[in-house]
């Protein structure tokens, strides 16, 4: 259980059930749950979609320093 912040990327990769309480802001919005009352049985949404999305959000370094990371965005602006 969390607010909003990047704990529960962590704890949604290993396959844990997480709940957020201001899913506007969370990173984890997508698959979290946000009724405590359901605490003791979680939804466990599909977690793949959402995992391929924020693996899109970081880079490496060297992908930054190539433009490899600027090619790939850019096509979204």
């Given at each position: 259980?969390?607010?909003n912040s990047s704990p529960t990327v962590g704890a949604a990769i290993e396959g844990y059930p997480i709940f957020v309480t201001n899913p506007e802001r969370s990173q984890c919005r997508d698959i979290a749950n946000t009724?405590?009352?359901?605490?003791?049985s979680p939804a466990m949404p599909d977690r793949l979609p959402w995992?391929?999305?924020i693996?899109?959000?970081h880079w490496k370094f060297d992908e930054l320093k190539s433009?490899?990371?600027w090619a790939?965005?850019?096509q979204y602006i």
């Open positions: 259980v969390n607010y009724d405590l009352s359901l605490i003791e995992a391929q999305r693996s899109m959000f433009g490899e990371a790939h965005m850019r």
